[in-house]
């Protein structure tokens, strides 16, 4: 089987990791709650059982991430992962007691860490001017889960039977359902995934090797300048990867060029410690630098206002317009078709304008979204079809911003941070988003009746996001330009 081939399998069944993500949010959210009540759980348990799917994935991320970027391999991450799904959901299913159903979540969260190792391979494995198309395309999968989801529980419904000593009814049937999904996504990611070789994800720096290797020839007659133009010849790929860090010239290449002598081992075992100790603290470097604060802070703000809003939702349909579950899911689903023809749309933008100006775009949305949330929905002015009016298009300016911002700052993410440590960057990022998803309805389900406050609050935060992007403005390109022309120019 070609590569080609391989590529296109490979990248159909990430689609399909992520269209399962959304589709077991879908299942399990909406009866989870009536789940518990049958078990006898306090109303507080809900949201510790929500939250400890978000801290595990959130704990998991990082650690998933740093192992991929160690072993260059994804496939075996994910298949790891996709076990805690497994028995996090049949846990689920057979649901004993409040504490199991506990468990079970917090169990099921740690596979979702894979996303991490997934990013990190997708920023390898992608040209960058094609990343946040193929970054849109994911998380449209994802969307599309969360959209379909709600028609499995249809039938899901109606199960009313015993599998041995086990009851399988409207509750439990999600935890059985998705088990058996997850199982059947570990056959497709054995047989149609592959972590691609190394030159499949070595082209898309093919061009600035072969310029940093023009730079080397020209410059080899001056000794002292030629030992400083043969170090990114050696380390290309930190170069290319590790961006605004400072990486210190190694003392042992220098003495066995000169001496081409055994006696410089105890030099390489010095060296060793000291570059050890300078990628770690490039490590730490990176997070701080400005750009990666700004994109890490929409990461959290946007999905702190997303879960808040998905929070208070549901208490105020039911205040003002007495939405039951019908239209609760109608709304949702409508709400899903504009996210994902919203996430076709970026990835139709991002291959005309900067992923900047996407982010600014996005964020342009969000405020116009929340100030409009702040005036009319913490308080409806008028009769029922004004307040609905006054709902609906606030809701629709939410949803609409979120694809522009999701795509433009994972993707530039993924461009500014050192492609040697992608997996673990990656997860920083995610588990980022996951102390935002908890936070957010903790914050939205303490103020539902002060909304006012609630409101304000998520007004305040994206503005200061929205003055950070306009100080940040010019830092936000991919990098690699710039490290480019310093290595063609001598520097």
């Not at 702040?374 to 009769?383: M, N, S, V």
């Amino acid at each position: 089987m070609d590569n080609r081939r391989k590529r296109k399998l490979t990248f159909a069944a990430i689609g399909l990791i992520f269209l399962l993500s959304g589709v077991e949010y879908a299942v399990i959210l909406p009866t989870i709650w009536r789940y518990l009540q049958t078990l006898n759980a306090e109303p507080y348990f809900l949201g510790l059982t929500l939250s400890a799917f978000s801290l595990s994935g959130l704990l998991s991320g990082p650690l998933f991430g740093h192992l991929s970027d160690r072993t260059q391999t994804t496939k075996k991450i994910i298949l790891f992962a996709n076990f805690f799904e497994i028995v996090g959901n049949l846990m689920y299913f057979m649901g004993y007691s409040k504490w199991l159903l506990l468990s079970s979540r917090l169990v099921a969260g740690i596979g979702t860490g894979a996303g991490s190792s997934i990013f990190g391979f997708l920023t390898r494995s992608t040209a960058s001017e094609d990343r946040a198309t193929v970054f849109a395309a994911v998380m449209a999968c994802r969307q599309a889960g969360l959209l379909i989801g709600p028609a499995f529980n249809i039938f899901l419904r109606l199960c009313n039977f015993h599998l041995g000593s086990f009851v399988v009814n409207k509750y439990t049937a999600p935890g059985l359902f998705m088990c058996l999904l997850w199982i059947l996504l570990q056959l497709v990611v054995v047989f149609m995934y592959w972590d691609l070789p190394y030159l499949e994800r070595r082209k898309t720096k093919d061009s600035v090797i072969h310029k940093e290797e023009e730079n080397t020839h020209a410059s080899v007659e001056d000794e002292e300048e030629g030992d400083e133009e043969v170090k990114p010849l050696m380390t290309s790929q930190e170069l290319v990867g590790s961006y605004g860090s400072v990486v210190a010239p190694d003392p042992c290449r220098k003495h066995s060029r000169v001496h081409n002598s055994p006696i410089s081992s105890p030099v390489t075992s010095q060296s060793h410690e000291h570059v050890t100790s300078l990628k770690s603290s490039s490590l730490y470097r990176e997070f701080l630098r400005e750009e990666v604060v700004v994109l890490l802070a929409a990461q959290f703000i946007t999905l702190f206002n997303q879960t808040a809003l998905e929070t208070m939702v549901t208490p105020l349909t039911q205040k003002y317009f007495n939405f039951g579950e019908l239209e609760n899911s109608v709304m949702y689903c409508l709400g899903g078709v504009v996210v994902i023809a919203g996430f076709l749309f970026v990835r139709w933008l991002s291959k005309h304008v900067a992923e900047r100006v996407v982010l600014a775009i996005g964020l342009t949305i969000c405020n116009i979204s929340c100030i409009w949330c702040l005036i009319f929905l913490a308080k409806p002015l008028g009769g029922f079809s004004w307040q609905l009016t006054e709902f609906i298009i606030g809701v629709f300016l939410q949803v609409l911003g979120l694809p522009f911002v999701a795509v433009a700052q994972v993707s530039l993410f993924s461009k500014i941070t050192s492609e040697k440590t992608q997996g673990f960057s990656q997860g920083v990022r995610r588990s980022v988003g996951g102390l935002a998803t908890i936070l957010g309805p903790l914050w939205a389900g303490g103020l539902t009746d002060n909304m006012y406050v609630m409101m304000g609050v998520m007004v305040v935060l994206l503005v200061m996001l929205t003055i950070m992007l306009a100080f940040s403005y010019n830092r936000l390109v991919e990098p690699a330009e710039d490290q480019i022309d310093i290595s063609v120019n001598g520097g």
